[in-house]
């Protein structure tokens, strides 16, 4: 008799996973990568569903029915979440979320008018990669709204790249890696590659928070993020959610990786 096929590390997570021995589908990449101006937010009184829920709002208003990030991941039920903040010193404000069209400013419908790739994933989440392009110059949100706006149904779409923020090569390739030790525990390593000639600055800021379900009449418990620890090389944010409990993200500032577990 031939000898049993010996299981592969992502199977043998696969088996714990199924038989509730670890939970290691609980963390994946299940942050939207666009919430904002979708059917998913509409509780409007008209149906307006792509309307109703601005880009310009998204800055300052809480979603209801989810959240949305670059590069993010969170627990399946998008209690708490981890995404980028990134900024170029040039953009009136920070780059949160993915920038698009919405169903009535497009030609051809709703459409996300950015460069992002999700490159890499494992049936467990125990591997994930992620890439987004970031301009250097400011980014040509209103470009793109009014070019569109101006088309037809039989013209083409006007892309981001047709704006020339790309041109020489100025933009940067931001690679976020996630890798889990444990169900529980996640590696998180950020690298930022310059892609042009010329000298560039960019500002990172990994992003923890709460998907706010407190604000809707529900009777729940608020959850926390608080400074843990703080050095000159690295900072711990401890997050307390009532479902979740306790989680600590572990930032280094030095080039190189942040730690959620």
């Not at 110059?137 to 470009?143: G, I, M, N, R, V």
């Not at 706006?149 to 892309?159: A, I, M, Y």
């Not at 590659?193 to 379900?213: D, G, K, Q, V, Y």
């Given at each position: 008799m031939s000898?049993?096929?010996?299981?592969?590390?992502?199977?043998?997570r696969?088996?714990?996973?199924?038989?509730r021995k670890?939970?290691?589908?609980?963390?994946g990449?299940?942050?939207?990568?666009?919430?904002?101006?979708?059917?998913?937010?509409?509780?409007?009184?008209d149906?307006?569903?792509?309307?109703?829920?601005?880009?310009?709002?998204s800055?300052y208003?809480a979603?209801?029915?989810?959240e949305?990030?670059?590069?993010g991941m969170s627990?399946?039920h998008q209690?708490?979440?981890?995404?980028l903040?990134?900024?170029?010193e040039?953009?009136?404000?920070?780059?949160?979320?993915?920038?698009?069209?919405?169903?009535?400013q497009?030609?051809?419908?709703e459409?996300v008018k950015?460069?992002?790739?999700?490159?890499?994933n494992?049936p467990?989440h125990?591997?994930?990669?992620?890439?987004y392009?970031?301009?250097?110059?400011?980014?040509p949100y209103?470009?793109l709204?009014k070019?569109?706006?101006?088309r037809?149904?039989?013209?083409r779409?006007?892309?981001l790249?047709?704006?020339?923020?790309?041109?020489?090569?100025?933009?940067?390739?931001?690679?976020v890696?996630?890798?889990?030790?444990?169900?529980e525990d996640i590696?998180?390593y950020?690298q930022?590659?310059?892609?042009?000639?010329?000298?560039a600055?960019?500002h990172l800021?990994?992003?923890?928070?709460f998907?706010?379900?407190?604000?809707?009449?529900?009777e729940v418990?608020?959850?926390?993020?608080k400074?843990?620890?703080q050095?000159e090389?690295?900072s711990?944010?401890?997050?307390q959610?009532?479902?979740l409990?306790?989680?600590?993200?572990?930032?280094?500032r030095?080039?190189?990786?942040t730690?959620?577990?």
């Amino acid at each position: 008799m031939s000898e049993p096929q010996k299981l592969t590390q992502e199977e043998i997570r696969l088996k714990e996973d199924r038989e509730r021995k670890a939970y290691w589908r609980r963390w994946g990449c299940y942050l939207s990568d666009r919430q904002w101006g979708t059917v998913r937010e509409d509780y409007s009184k008209d149906g307006s569903a792509w309307d109703y829920f601005s880009f310009e709002q998204s800055h300052y208003r809480a979603y209801r029915w989810g959240e949305d990030g670059i590069a993010g991941m969170s627990d399946n039920h998008q209690r708490l979440c981890f995404s980028l903040a990134l900024w170029n010193e040039r953009d009136p404000f920070l780059k949160e979320r993915l920038y698009g069209l919405t169903n009535s400013q497009g030609n051809h419908g709703e459409d996300v008018k950015e460069y992002y790739f999700h490159l890499d994933n494992t049936p467990t989440h125990s591997y994930m990669k992620f890439l987004y392009k970031y301009p250097q110059e400011a980014f040509p949100y209103w470009q793109l709204e009014k070019e569109n706006k101006k088309r037809g149904l039989k013209d083409r779409e006007f892309e981001l790249i047709e704006t020339g923020i790309f041109k020489d090569n100025k933009y940067f390739d931001v690679t976020v890696e996630y890798a889990k030790a444990t169900d529980e525990d996640i590696l998180i390593y950020i690298q930022v590659a310059n892609r042009s000639s010329e000298t560039a600055t960019i500002h990172l800021l990994p992003t923890l928070w709460f998907r706010n379900i407190w604000s809707w009449g529900y009777e729940v418990e608020k959850p926390q993020l608080k400074i843990y620890e703080q050095a000159e090389k690295y900072s711990v944010i401890e997050a307390q959610h009532p479902d979740l409990g306790k989680r600590w993200l572990y930032c280094d500032r030095q080039p190189g990786q942040t730690h959620l577990n």
